[in-house]
């Protein structure tokens, strides 16, 4: 028997990071110890909507869901010891993408690198931010004109990099169909390309070396035929848009090539166990397929619904990638589903009905115009509250939630306090403190970077212009200019944008039929208001902090409008005060919040002591996130009416609580239930 040829296994990466540079450049060193062959780093809120830790918008978010960096000396500790020439390094970051590769370029020159030995990818696609993901800083022209300027500076400077990283996890994660997936990232990318093109900074016959660095970062859920057809579909589509729409000739330049952190909305707090097979079974779509196998892939730990996983938990999932490369037989086999009837014609049907709506994007202008008018956020709010109508039902079965319930007592959850990795709140003090003293220090030995002003009025000044904005913004990294200083610069210029919410657009997801439990909810909504001699209730849906996962909220926004509720949602990114300012403004029946970065301990309560000060103790505030049981009991102490997290899965039924909360406050009777 002749010896078989192995493929090379992907990269196997862990996407982490927390508290502090010193905290996670620990983890790295240890993660890349176990065997893992790159780096996938998490970034906090502040640092990726462009605060300094001491923002007011930042208090509760510091170190929460990744690693703060403020500044170059905290990029240099967050990487000692690695050797950045080696490494392959993915930075999970978009609207501050050109500041924190500008910090990472500066270390690696600190390390006497070869910078255009140095690779890996920034995320840098602020589409999906707009619509899913709400970490957007600038409006759509402007942030378009940053990756554009990006992407220049990198095909010149650093050829090995992938300056961007269009993302269409985050669109599944906010509802997307499997031909939404890929159509709205393959707008994404020809509004990308056209933008580099027309730019002039890269010439024509350079276009293929653009093209060829551009690479996707893609969800993959647990239907797990029908996802390995996607990513035949989005290779066949790329390979078409890149040949006729831009004439690239050479083959490898039109490969398309992926990355994956497989998806995370699936992932049930009820029976958390199940998640390791939903996370096998979907690792299985990326990778048993040659022709469509992922370069990279990262993989979520089991208690991601429950909150921040631990080392081991990691270690657990990149151990599931090393069975598979290295125990399996995976490796030794040419693409096994080549030939395939029932393959081929799923993967026909895809591209047909993605180019079809890629086409019906275009007409609206591209992807830019279809963000703005509220089109593409609309079509995923909509898409979201079917799939959500659908567990509802029943129809859709999810092992654990709405099917098969019992359960024996689950040892890995027995002690939920030790089952997943808590940040200490005394690490925000601290990050404060040393960004204090980095502000006070960073002219003085053994830093002695020049005064920061005129670096920032640099980049003001390009900003204000046309030059490449990469220049400036190298300028101000080695001038120990801060996140918060470099963004809060290009906020002068170039203004901040508020993204559409889709709420009011959304088409009725749930049907209200006499006798179903929506119209029992409508009619507790409708009796409510008659006994509070008002037209309608009315319900403010508030996203306080920087948390930008919005999908929750949209569909709690939704329904209750659903059920008859006036709903006051602003969207995104307010502070406490300017949440209970709506509130009393708009003279509100109750204030749900909805917070998924773990910064309900402080944010919350904050918001009822305003209340409390305003002398508006009769609006019922109800919380929901993922909030650890003893969060929960300690937010209800303090006088939140109820609490909501991942396995309150039925939001007809969540409404009608948040009726019975409203009644409670205000000293009404319970409604009788009919028999």
Not at 258 to 277: I, K
Not at 299 to 323: K, Y
Not at 387 to 411: D, L, Q, Y
Not at 550 to 567: K, P
């Amino acid at each position: 028997m002749t010896e078989r040829q192995k493929d090379r296994p992907w990269l196997m990466r862990t996407y982490a990071g927390h508290s502090t540079a010193e905290a996670s450049n620990e983890l790295y060193r240890r993660n890349l110890a176990k065997g893992q062959t790159g780096l996938s780093v998490a970034f906090d809120l502040p640092t990726q909507t462009g605060y300094d830790s001491d923002h007011v918008l930042a208090r509760g978010e510091v170190g929460r869901v990744g690693v703060p960096v403020a500044h170059l000396g905290d990029m240099r500790r967050l990487f000692q010891g690695i050797p950045l020439e080696q490494m392959n390094t993915s930075m999970t970051i978009n609207a501050t993408a050109m500041w924190l590769l500008a910090l990472y370029q500066v270390v690696a020159e600190e390390q006497g690198a070869d910078i255009t030995e140095l690779s890996g990818t920034t995320q840098n696609d602020i589409v999906k931010e707009y619509l899913s993901r709400g970490t957007h800083v600038f409006p759509p022209g402007p942030s378009l004109r940053l990756t554009t300027d990006m992407i220049a500076y990198t095909v010149s400077h650093l050829p090995k990099w992938n300056p961007i990283n269009i993302c269409s996890y985050h669109l599944q994660e906010a509802g997307a169909t499997p031909v939404q997936e890929i159509a709205y990232a393959m707008s994404t990318a020809i509004a990308v390309l056209d933008a580099v093109r027309d730019s002039g900074q890269v010439p024509r016959e350079r276009m293929g070396d653009v093209v060829g660095r551009i690479s996707f970062f893609v969800n993959a859920g647990v239907r797990f035929v029908e996802e390995m057809c996607k990513m035949r579909a989005f290779g066949r589509i790329w390979d078409r848009i890149t040949r006729e729409r831009y004439g690239i000739e050479n083959p490898k330049h039109r490969r398309f090539r992926y990355g994956v952190q497989v998806n995370s909305l699936g992932l049930t707090e009820a029976q958390p166990e199940n998640n390791v097979q939903r996370i096998v079974l979907e690792m299985l779509a990326v990778t048993l397929s040659k022709d469509a196998r992922a370069r990279a892939v990262q993989l979520p730990a089991w208690n991601e619904a429950l909150g921040l996983p631990r080392p081991w938990d990691q270690q657990w999932s990149l151990r599931i990638q090393q069975v598979l490369a290295y125990e399996s037989d995976l490796l030794e086999y040419g693409d096994l589903f080549e030939g395939s009837k029932v393959v081929e014609a799923k993967v026909a049907e895809l591209v047909e009905e993605a180019f079809a709506e890629i086409e019906r994007i275009q007409e609206m202008g591209g992807a830019m115009a279809a963000v703005e008018s509220g089109y593409l956020k609309s079509q995923l709010v909509a898409s979201h509250a079917e799939r959500r109508a659908r567990i509802e039902s029943g129809e859709e079965k999810i092992i654990g939630v709405n099917a098969f319930e019992g359960t024996e007592p689950n040892p890995l959850t027995a002690d939920l306090d030790t089952a997943i990795q808590t940040v200490d709140p005394a690490v925000e003090a601290r990050v404060i403190a040393s960004l204090q003293n980095w502000r006070d220090t960073r002219y003085q030995p053994p830093f002695n970077h020049p005064r920061p002003c005129k670096a920032l009025e640099k980049l003001k000044e390009a900003a204000k212009g046309t030059d490449n904005l990469m220049e400036a913004t190298l300028e101000c990294a080695r001038a120990g200019v801060t996140t918060g200083e470099w963004a809060g610069a290009l906020r002068e210029v170039f203004g901040e944008f508020r993204a559409p919410t889709g709420v009011s657009s959304a088409p009725v997801a749930v049907a209200a039929e006499e006798g179903s439990a929506l119209s029992e909810v409508r009619r507790k909504v409708d009796l409510t208001a008659k006994d509070l001699g008002v037209g309608k209730l009315r319900f403010l849906v508030g996203k306080p902090g920087l948390d930008g996962h919005s999908n929750g909220a949209e569909q709690i926004a939704v329904r209750a409008r659903d059920a008859g509720f006036e709903v006051v949602y602003q969207g995104i990114r307010l502070t406490p005060e300017q949440i209970v300012d709506a509130a009393l403004a708009e003279d509100v029946h109750a204030v749900g919040l909805s917070i998924l970065s773990g910064s309900h301990t402080q944010l919350v309560p904050d918001v009822l002591e305003r209340l409390r000060v305003a002398g508006a103790t009769d609006i019922p505030v109800i919380a929901g996130g993922i909030i650890p049981n003893g969060d929960a009991e300690e937010l209800r102490a303090a006088g939140v009416a109820a609490v909501f997290t991942p396995k309150d899965f039925d939001i007809t039924g969540i409404i009608g609580r948040i009726v019975d909360e409203i009644r409670n406050a205000n000293k009404l009777d319970p409604l009788e239930v009919p028999a």
